[in-house]
């Protein structure tokens, strides 16, 4: 059957809330469209869609005394190179050039990743991992801010309203944070993420504390472990406790997915992210 699609071109921030204001359930937003054209295979029957890769600033980097703002419209090429995120958010800058191919990551947009809401989108765990807010635009050209985590709310469903879409999000920077990220992707598909694992620590000198972890493709949404510093003292790049660490990711895996077939490749996996991760954020091993 022929598609019936329509197509609406906002130039700017204004011209974007005017179309949001007439938004309806066959109403679709466009950006990178690395993920629209798949979804065509399926056949629609009408659609109106909304192009966001022309609004002025929607894909700005930018960073203010306390935070990094990222634009929803940014692609994964343009965050992996900006020097802002690879001083502050390392985490993220490791994800974006991690994603799909080099064409993918050209055209694939850090707000269509995340208003997918694949439990295998890379951009998450790190964003997750390093506090980031959502700018939710509205059709009265009112913003409001949420947790990127509470932007999942099933697998490919988000809590994103019809008449909603992402204008940015927000990244505290961290004086001391050192963050990382490290993934095992598909063979069969352009490295599809099967497992994902970011950390990041606050550092003095050799001495760590705040450590935080979150891991991928284990839920709808990744899974967010604060602080499992806590039960040790003097932490050091050179005594990190990695048994527990690792012996923690596993048990995260085994709650996670217990009945799942992939439970025991995973719960193997993880280890050998895990020793990754670490060799990453204490600099053994580069990936920026």
């Not at 609406?8 to 005017?18: A, Q, R, S, T």
């Not at 493709?217 to 660490?245: C, M, Q, V, Y």
């Given at each position: ?6 197509n ?10 005017e ?13 990178g469209?690395?993920?629209?054209l798949?979804?065509?295979?399926g056949g ?11 609004v ?5 980097i930018?960073?203010t ?22 001083t502050?958010a ?5 994800a ?8 993918i990551?050209?055209?694939a ?35 409001k ?21 992402i204008?940015a ?20 598909r ?24 979150c ?5 709808p ?6 602080n499992?510093?806590?039960?040790f ?11 527990f660490f ?11 997915i ?21 060799d ?5 091993r580069?990936?920026?």
């Amino acid at each position: 059957m022929p598609l019936d699609i329509m197509n609406l071109m906002p130039k700017d921030k204004k011209e974007l809330i005017e179309c949001l204001s007439q938004m309806n359930e066959d109403t679709r937003f466009v950006a990178g469209g690395t993920d629209v054209l798949p979804s065509l295979e399926g056949g629609l029957k009408k659609f109106t869609y909304i192009d966001i890769t022309h609004v002025s600033d929607m894909d700005a980097i930018k960073v203010t005394e306390d935070k990094v703002i990222v634009g929803a419209t940014a692609t994964f090429s343009d965050i992996a190179r900006n020097q802002f995120i690879r001083t502050y958010a390392q985490a993220l800058s490791m994800a974006a050039s991690q994603i799909g191919s080099v064409q993918i990551r050209n055209r694939a947009t850090i707000g269509g990743n995340v208003a997918n809401a694949s439990p295998a989108a890379d951009s998450l765990p790190a964003l997750a991992l390093l506090n980031s807010e959502v700018e939710i635009l509205g059709p009265n050209g009112q913003s409001k801010m949420i947790s990127v985590l509470d932007v999942i709310e099933d697998v490919g469903v988000s809590a994103l309203r019809p008449y909603e879409v992402i204008w940015a999000f927000h990244i505290p920077i961290r004086p001391h944070v050192r963050s990382a990220f490290v993934k095992i992707g598909s063979r069969k598909r352009v490295t599809i993420s099967r497992l994902n694992l970011a950390i990041s620590a606050k550092f003095s000198g050799e001495g760590l504390s705040d450590v935080n972890v979150c891991l991928g493709t284990l839920g709808p949404r990744p899974l967010l472990i604060a602080n499992i510093d806590r039960d040790f003292k003097d932490i050091s790049t050179k005594d990190f406790p990695i048994d527990f660490f690792l012996n923690l990711l596993t048990n995260v895996v085994d709650l996670a997915i217990p009945n799942r077939p992939s439970r025991a490749y995973k719960r193997t996996a993880v280890r050998g992210l895990g020793i990754d991760v670490l060799d990453v954020l204490f600099g053994r091993r580069c990936m920026l």
